[in-house]
C-alpha cells in the first residue's frame, strides 16, 4: 500500500526565506506527482505536476523535483511571500492506480511579514 | 471559467437523515472524483467515474452512493447520516484518461452529523 509523508507538519518562516517542503512516499512504482495548495476553508489548487519521467518542474517562484528511485519529492519556494502561507500537499498517483491518487497530510507554512 | 462547482457549501444533518451533495464542472472534463478530508487522515477517495455512465468504488465507499448525471456532473449521496461521516467533501475532476491530467477541486461542501 502506498503511503505518502510530508514532514514538516508546520513550518514557520520570515518573509523572504527561501524553503523546502518535503514529501516521501513508500512506493517507487509512481505515474506521476502532484503538488497542491489549499487555503483555509478552501479547496485544493493545483500547482505543478511532475511526471514520473521527469526530475523537475517549475513555475514562478516554485519547483518541484522528484526522485523516484529514493520515493522523494520536494517543493522549493523562493523568496517566501506572507501570501504564500497555506497548507501545502503532494499526491502520488501509482502506475496501474488507475484514478487512485495517495494524499500526504500536509505541510502548514506560515510566513511572517 | 466556475471550474468545479459544489453545493451547499455548509450542511447540519441529524443521525439517519440523507442528503445529496452536488457537483458540476464546466471544463468539459471525463473523470470526477468525491474525496473526503478529515483532520490526521488527509484526502481519501469515496468514489470516482472515469466518465460519463461509469462509477467506481475508491478507498472509502461505504455510507455513500454516486450518480454521474451527465458529462458535467456528479452527485454524493447519504442516504442515512451517522456522525462518522462528519467531513469536508471535496469534488474534483480531470480531463485525461486514468494516469493522465491534473486535478481540479470544488471549494469543499463542510457537513457535520450530529
Known amino acids: 500500500k502506498q503511503e505518502v509523508t510530508q514532514i514538516p507538519a508546520a513550518l514557520s518562516v520570515p518573509e523572504g526565506e527561501n524553503l523546502v517542503l518535503n514529501c516521501s512516499f513508500t512506493?517507487?512504482?509512481?505515474?506521476?506527482l502532484q503538488w497542491f495548495r489549499q487555503d483555509p476553508g478552501k479547496g485544493l489548487t493545483s500547482l505543478l505536476l511532475?511526471?514520473?519521467?521527469?526530475r523537475e518542474q517549475t513555475s514562478g517562484r516554485l519547483n518541484a523535483s522528484l526522485d523516484k528511485s529514493s520515493g522523494r519529492s520536494t517543493l522549493y519556494i523562493a523568496a517566501s511571500q506572507p501570501g504564500d502561507s497555506a497548507t501545502y500537499l503532494c499526491?502520488?498517483?501509482?502506475?496501474?492506480?488507475?484514478?487512485?491518487?495517495?494524499f500526504g497530510g500536509g505541510t502548514r507554512l506560515m510566513v511572517k511579514p | 471559467n466556475a471550474g468545479v462547482t459544489q453545493t451547499p457549501k455548509f450542511q447540519v444533518l441529524k443521525t439517519g437523515q440523507s442528503m445529496t451533495l452536488q457537483c458540476a464542472q464546466d471544463m468539459n472534463h471525463n473523470s470526477m472524483y468525491w474525496y473526503r478530508q478529515d483532520p490526521g487522515m488527509g484526502l481519501r477517495l469515496i468514489y470516482y467515474?472515469?466518465?460519463?455512465?461509469?462509477?467506481d468504488k475508491g478507498e472509502v465507499p461505504n455510507g455513500y452512493n454516486v450518480s454521474r448525471l451527465n458529462k458535467r456532473e456528479f452527485s454524493l449521496r447519504l442516504e442515512s447520516a451517522a456522525p462518522s461521516q462528519t467531513s469536508v467533501y471535496f469534488c474534483a475532476s480531470k480531463r485525461g484518461s486514468a494516469n493522465t491530467g491534473e486535478l481540479f477541486f470544488g471549494e469543499g461542501s463542510r457537513l457535520t452529523v450530529l
Open positions: 499526491a502520488v498517483r501509482r502506475n496501474n492506480a488507475g484514478n487512485m491518487l495517495t
Open positions: 511532475i511526471q514520473s519521467s521527469q
Open positions: 467515474s472515469a466518465s460519463e455512465g461509469t462509477t
Open positions: 512506493d517507487s512504482a509512481i505515474y506521476n
